[in-house]
Each structure stands twice: as C-alpha cells, then as structure tokens.
C-alpha cells in the first residue's frame, strides 16, 4: 500500500473540511477523487504531504507515518502538480525541471540537464526548454509543471485540480500526458472534474462529498450504475 | 561658476565622501537588514520580536539623533568612533531598519504557490529562501529598495552635524568664506540631484533587466 489514509479530521475555524477519511491507494493505482466543491477533495490531497496538517487520524505513505518530523522524507517520495502550475517564474522550463533533482535529490548538474531535457521532450515540450514560464501557455506550463514533479522521481504524483486553471482546448494536451504517466504504471492520486478521463483512466473512483468519502468503485460501475444517490445528482449535473 | 572652479578640490573631496557615506552605509545597510528580515520571518519569537523591536527604534526616533549618539554620546561609555565611521554606523543602521521593512514586503509578496511547490519537493527551508523566494523577492522590492538608496544620499547630508565634511559641509564652508551661500548651497543641491539621477536611471536598468523572465 503506498497511500493510506485513517479517519482523517481536518478543520479551518468553524468550518470542518475532513470528517473521518479512508483511502488507501495501491502500488501503480490511479485514484481520481471527484466530488462537489467544499467536498474536501483538495484538503484530503493536501494532507497527503502535509501541505496541510491534519488535526486528527493518520497518513502513512510507502510505510512512513506522516508527522512534521517525517515530512521531508514524505515529500521526496511524492511530488505534487497544482492547479496553478507553481512553476519559478525567475528560471527556465529546463531550470524549473532540474531544480528538485540539484536541489533536493543532489544529481550532479552534468546528469541532471539532460534527465531534465528527457522529461520535458516526454511531456512534449523539447523545444522549450529555454522558455520562461510567462512564454508559455497554460497546458504548457502545467506539462512543465508534471515533468518537474516527474523528476523528482516520485513513486506517487499528487494532481490537484490540474486541469481547473486552463481554458477548455488545452485540457487534451495536460490529460494526454497523465494517460501516458498511468500506461506507463505511475501510481496517481488525482483530483478532478474531468470525467471523460475518469472513466478512461482511474483504476477506482473516490466520491467525496460533506469531509467524507461517500462512494468508491472502478470507473465501469460508478459511472454506469452509481449506489448513491448523490453520487447520481453529481454525474447528472457535471454530464448537462 | 567661478566658484565651482576655486573650490574645485573642496567639492570634489565633498562629493567623494558624500557618494562613500551612501554607498557603504547602503551595501552595510542591505546586509544587515536582510539578516533583519530573515529574523522577522524566522519561527522563533524570540528572534521576531527582536527584530521588530530595532526596526520599530530605528524608523521612530530622528536619524540626527542617532547619528549624534553614535558620534557625542558613545565616547561617555568609552567607545570613541571618528567621524566618518561614526556617521556610517549610523545610516546603516538607520536603512537597515528601513530596508529590512522593504526586504519583508518582497519576501510577503511572493505567491505563497511557490514555497508550497518547494515544500512538496522536499526543498529545505533556507535552500527555498535562497533558490526561490528571494529571487523573486528582491524583483518585487526593489523599486521601494531604489528610493531608499537615493533617500540615504540626501540623509548623508546630517553627517555634516557630526563634522564630516561631505557636499553639505563644504557648501556651508564655501558660503562662510564668500558670502555667496546661494550659490554654493545651489551647486551642492545640484550634485546630489546628479548624484540621484544616476542611481534612478541605474535602477531603471535593473528593473529592465528582472523584467526580461517576466515579460
């Protein structure tokens, strides 16, 4: 088990955002969470490397208890892609992908730059790399964004919300990189709307609504025969 | 004119200590007002509060009063400074404070995405100040940091209280020895407006510069 999540709390002022989560995700699983907004998918994910602290329950990743001490150990292991990319906008596409791995993992910059250069040619964008991100387009920038979080070589990738900041014709380019990254057995952990995608890639759907986990299943029965009616509202609103 | 010929050597020497008195105390200035703002930053309150503590002394009392302090008040604890050390003690301090409020506005004022997207890299803390934030914090201060470099070059003119003979002192001495005040107070005003433009356009260029990822 590489994510697993226990009763998970979590609130910000009055307002209780998590009420007792359960997730667990598996080695080479692509979850996608979907859910209304102010469900608490996005502080669910949050929490998975402790951009938010939990109040209460566990998360464990690749067998580490998550806690502010075992966080950078976490984090390592995990790299996020936001929903407003986060891309240094002072460094290049080629310096944004070859920070984590100068910075974090010490790579020697001989090996780093072309690594970073491999990536950025697998997510479509060779020709790039000497781009700063205010040069480029929104599904560009978030394409960098994913080869960045690609290099840190993580065994789980974080998607909040990736497509949510882009306008409607370039989601293609952004979701067409992901599929690739779950063919090729990444292990995603991804919060969306995009249901087109959920059905073609999500080894299991999380349905969360009101802090807690609803409704869970593989995509063939969620989308096809939904156990709960808010689950139905919710697919019959996002389908019209 | 005539007077900017006889008293050629005064002005020159003047000018020279007046653009020392600025750029020393400005680069001193920037070093501990950085340390400054890494201490109101920090995560101990200890540290915090400290800090707030200096800038709130420096930027609330007169820098005259300072300045006097360092130079007539100190030797009665026995620390005698010269003059000119004395008054640079003095304005880098003074900016310090001022700068370290500038440095904070810059550090505030980067997106909070970007330590989040260092953090979830596992980059550590000082190596995120260094690598991300205050690359982008220095781009967003310094048109503020600008205007503190060219009010420091006016300030330097208080050193003439403590008797450093910089433009300001010089011009009151041209004034005394010729009676022509209006003139040499003119001539020296207009040095520092030179002195002022040419830190303006410098800052021009750096801001071009820091522009061109942003553009």
Redesign the interface.
């Known amino acids: 088990m590489i994510v697993s999540v226990r009763d998970l709390h979590k609130r910000f002022g009055d307002l209780e955002v998590l009420k007792g989560v359960d997730l667990d995700v598996e080695r080479g699983e692509v979850v996608v969470v979907m859910g209304p907004s102010g469900s608490g998918k996005t502080t669910l994910i949050r929490c998975l490397?402790l951009?938010e602290v939990p109040d209460a329950g566990t998360v464990r990743i690749c067998g580490h208890e998550l806690t502010k001490r075992s966080a950078?150990?976490v984090?390592?292991r995990?790299?996020?892609v936001?929903q407003?990319f986060?891309?240094?906008?002072?460094?290049t596409a080629l310096q944004n992908v070859m920070?984590?791995p100068l910075?974090?993992r010490r790579v020697p910059r001989a090996q780093a730059e072309p690594q970073a250069r491999e990536l950025l040619a697998r997510v479509g964008l060779a020709d790039k790399c000497d781009c700063?991100p205010?040069k480029l387009s929104g599904g560009q920038k978030q394409r960098v964004a994913i080869a960045?979080a690609l290099a840190?070589k993580p065994e789980v990738i974080?998607f909040d919300e990736p497509t949510s900041a882009l306008d409607p014709e370039l989601h293609a380019e952004v979701l067409q990189v992901m599929r690739e990254l779950a063919r090729e057995g990444m292990t995603m952990v991804v919060v969306t709307h995009e249901t087109a995608f959920a059905r073609e890639v999500a080894d299991r759907v999380v349905f969360m609504d009101g802090g807690t986990v609803i409704s869970q299943g593989p995509p063939s029965s969620f989308f096809t025969d939904p156990d709960h009616p808010r689950v139905r509202a919710f697919l019959r609103l996002v389908a019209s | 004119m005539d007077l900017l010929v006889d008293f050629l050597p005064d002005l020159l020497t003047g000018l020279c200590v007046t653009i020392t008195l600025g750029v020393v105390s400005f680069v001193l200035g920037s070093v501990v007002g950085a340390l400054v703002t890494v201490a109101r930053i920090s995560g101990s309150r200890v540290l915090r509060a400290s800090a707030a503590a200096y800038v709130s002394v420096f930027r609330g009392t007169p820098l005259l009063i300072q300045i006097m302090i360092v130079y007539f008040g100190l030797p009665q604890l026995g620390v005698e400074i010269p003059p000119i050390p004395s008054a640079i003690v003095a304005f880098t301090l003074f900016s310090a404070a001022y700068l370290s409020e500038n440095f904070r506005a810059g550090i505030l004022g980067v997106?909070k995405?970007?330590w989040?997207?260092a953090?979830?890299?596992?980059?550590?803390y000082w190596?995120t100040l260094r690598?991300?934030v205050f690359?982008?914090a220095i781009?967003i201060a310094t048109p503020a940091v600008g205007s503190r470099f060219v009010a420091l070059m006016k300030d330097t003119s208080l050193a003439s209280a403590v008797t450093v003979v910089e433009l300001t002192r010089v011009a009151e001495g041209i004034g005394t020895s010729t009676f022509r005040y209006m003139e040499a107070l003119l001539l020296v005003g207009l040095l520092y407006w030179g002195i002022n433009t040419l830190l303006q356009v410098g800052q021009q260029v750096l801001e071009r510069r820091m522009r061109r990822?942003?553009?």
Not at chain 1, 86 to 91: D, I
Not at chain 2, 119 to 124: D, G, I, N, T, V
Request: aromatic share 8%; proline share 7%.
């Open positions: 490397n951009l950078r150990e984090r390592r995990t790299a996020m936001f407003q986060n891309l240094f906008p002072h460094m920070e984590g910075s974090v700063y205010a960045r840190m974080l | 997106d995405g970007q989040e997207a953090a979830s890299m596992a980059m550590p190596r690598r991300i690359p982008q781009r990822a942003y553009a």
